[in-house]
T-cell receptor, first 114, second 109 residues
């Protein structure tokens, strides 16, 4: 069984540009989560999808961040326009339904905004 | 606010036992999880405690005291491959999971 995959693994963009991160959850997992980790700090919750619906987006920092999960399969997280403080590692995780305490994480996308 | 506190770094020698503590302050509590992350890798699930007491899984054990808002991860017979970051995480209301900042474990020969 394939695990959670994320693309790209690394992205370096300039301030003001747009970046789109993609996450493919484990097949059959209805729950999909996005997290961000800034160097040395906590893995911070961004949002939670159940199928294609946003269950909780309380962690999204501002309206420059847009997450979608059309069709309830893969998800994208777009940052537009990117700012320096958006740099960090963005993790995606998925879990079975009902939301299991065990989340399966992807390897993350390291975003660097210069 | 919601927060989890855990030591930033712990160093131990191969074969030893190490305990990584976690205290939490969250609105809503359903359980405490532990995840392991090697450099450049994905966090991987280790254990989950919903009730007070000790859960053992091989060389790893996890403890929870809900009255003290405290838990710990115990690693026995340390191996070099255990060098990694360890995160505690609280599953709160709405299935939202709050993570700590992680403890970097260095295992020395």
């Amino acid at each position: 069984e394939a695990g959670v995959t994320q693309f790209p693994s690394h992205s370096v963009i300039e301030k003001g540009q747009t970046v789109t991160l993609r996450c493919d959850p484990i097949s059959g997992h209805d729950n999909l989560y996005w997290y961000r980790r800034v160097m040395g700090k906590e893995i911070k919750f961004l949002l939670h999808f159940v199928k294609e619906s946003k269950q909780d987006e309380s962690g999204m920092p501002n309206n420059r961040f847009l997450a979608e999960r059309t069709g309830g399969t893969y998800s994208t997280l777009k940052v537009q326009p990117a700012e320096l403080e958006d740099s960090g590692v963005y993790f995606c995780a998925s879990s079975q339904d009902p939301p299991s305490y065990e989340q399966y994480f992807g390897p993350g996308t390291r975003l660097t905004v210069t | 606010g919601q927060s989890l506190e855990q030591p930033s770094e712990v160093t131990a020698v191969e074969g030893a036992i190490v305990q990584i503590n976690c205290t939490y302050q969250t609105s809503g509590f359903y359980g405490l999880s532990w995840y392991q992350q090697h450099d450049g890798g994905a966090p991987t699930f280790l254990s989950y405690n919903a009730l007070d007491g000790l859960e053992e899984t091989g060389r790893f054990s996890s403890f929870l005291s809900r009255s003290d808002s405290y838990g710990y991860l115990l690693l026995q017979e340390l191996q070099m491959k255990d060098s990694a970051s360890y995160f505690c995480a609280v599953r709160g209301g709405g299935f939202k999971t709050i993570f700590g900042a992680g403890t970097r474990l260095f295992v020395k020969a």
